[in-house]
């Protein structure tokens, strides 16, 4: 029979906090790349002559789309990352109450 020891809850619950930051960071990082390479796409592609004001260049367009895919990258991986948190404080918290009722249980 398995024994029971905390410490395995603490690492896990520490590994899924890790992993929520690379969840967060890997979002982050596709949909930059996502949004630039389709940003590219449109405004540097064969297509290029789409009417735009002289004013407003495609390296400002493609610049300003990359970073909006990726806010909603971090935005999607943030989403993603909460839930790995919560498994992670709720991990935690159970092992808080068995150490709680063993303590108390101890004393009587």
Not at 41 to 49: C, K, M, T, V
Not at 55 to 81: C, E, H, R, Y
Request: hydrophobic share 50%; charged share 10%; glycine share 8%.
């Amino acid at each position: 029979m398995t024994r029971y020891d905390p410490r395995q809850i603490q690492k896990f619950a520490e590994i899924m906090y890790r992993q929520a930051m690379v969840t967060v960071v890997v979002w982050t990082l596709l949909g930059l790349i996502i949004g630039f390479v389709c940003s590219a796409l449109i405004f540097w592609g064969p297509h290029r002559n789409l009417g735009l004001p002289p004013d407003i260049g495609p390296n400002v367009l493609v610049t300003v789309l990359t970073v909006i895919s990726g806010l909603i990258g971090l935005a999607i991986g943030q989403g993603k990352a909460f839930w790995y948190r919560l498994q992670a404080q709720i991990l935690l918290c159970q092992a808080q109450i068995e150490a709680n009722t063993r303590s108390a249980v101890a004393i009587q």
